[in-house]
């Protein structure tokens, strides 16, 4: 049976041809037929096409409930919280609010669930706003990338235009790529001890 996308599509191709045919001569009817056909057909075939993964790192926070809804995190809201407990994962407070939770969506791509950890750890006598900070600026000592970026080995859905060498650190493989975030997070932890002591 057509999906509903499929059964939309042919009946407004059907819809058109009905409309008009009528005011048309008989080969320009069947000439119409065919055009409508072969627009269905191709529209089918696109809708059925598997979408390419992603080639950037989402720049949205959303809510516990979403980030389960979306299937971004394979676990309950429970597990979530816990996992935000336990520094699997971090989230921020809604802009202009002193309670509540968004989790920014970059955290869920593969291969950042595996890696994060070990650097919120390393982040975790800094405030939350900082830590969310540290992740989304750019910053000189990863060639002007955000550590998100670096970490996940993807850019940000608002950085696609890459210059060589940002897209070799990018192309460096994990472990190396979670080496630099990582020496970076130590320096970036270190110094704002310095600062609050």
């Given at each position: 049976?057509?999906?509903?996308?499929?059964?939309?599509?042919?009946?407004?191709?059907?819809e058109v041809e009905e409309r008009l045919a009528p005011s048309m001569p008989?080969?320009?009817?069947?000439?119409?037929?065919?055009?409508?056909?072969?627009?269905?057909?191709?529209?089918?075939?696109?809708?059925?096409?598997?979408?390419?993964?992603?080639?950037?790192?989402?720049?949205?926070?959303?809510?516990?409930?979403?980030?389960?809804?979306?299937?971004?995190?394979?676990?309950?809201?429970?597990?979530l919280y816990r996992a935000l407990e336990q520094q699997r994962f971090y989230?921020?407070?809604?802009?202009?609010?002193?309670?509540?939770?968004?989790?920014?969506?970059?955290?869920?791509?593969?291969?950042?669930?595996?890696?994060?950890?070990?650097?919120?750890?390393?982040?975790?006598?800094?405030?939350?706003?900082?830590?969310?900070?540290?992740?989304?600026?750019?910053?000189?000592?990863?060639?002007?990338?955000?550590?998100?970026?670096?970490?996940?080995?993807?850019?940000?859905?608002?950085?696609?235009?890459?210059?060589?060498?940002?897209?070799?650190?990018?192309?460096?493989?994990?472990?190396?790529?979670?080496?630099?975030?990582?020496?970076?997070?130590?320096?970036?932890?270190?110094?704002?001890?310095?600062i609050i002591s």
């Amino acid at each position: 049976m057509a999906g509903w996308a499929e059964q939309f599509v042919e009946r407004f191709t059907h819809e058109v041809e009905e409309r008009l045919a009528p005011s048309m001569p008989g080969a320009g009817r069947e000439a119409l037929a065919a055009a409508a056909q072969q627009a269905f057909d191709a529209t089918v075939i696109a809708l059925n096409r598997p979408q390419p993964s992603s080639a950037s790192l989402p720049v949205t926070r959303l809510r516990a409930a979403d980030v389960v809804a979306q299937g971004l995190a394979s676990m309950s809201q429970a597990t979530l919280y816990r996992a935000l407990e336990q520094q699997r994962f971090y989230s921020t407070t809604p802009r202009g609010k002193t309670i509540g939770r968004l989790f920014p969506a970059w955290q869920f791509v593969d291969p950042v669930p595996e890696l994060i950890g070990s650097i919120l750890e390393q982040l975790s006598t800094l405030p939350g706003s900082q830590i969310h900070a540290f992740w989304i600026t750019r910053a000189d000592e990863l060639n002007e990338l955000c550590p998100a970026e670096v970490l996940a080995g993807i850019p940000f859905e608002t950085n696609m235009s890459l210059h060589p060498a940002q897209r070799d650190l990018l192309d460096q493989p994990t472990v190396v790529r979670q080496q630099k975030v990582s020496e970076f997070a130590r320096q970036q932890s270190a110094g704002k001890a310095g600062i609050i002591s």
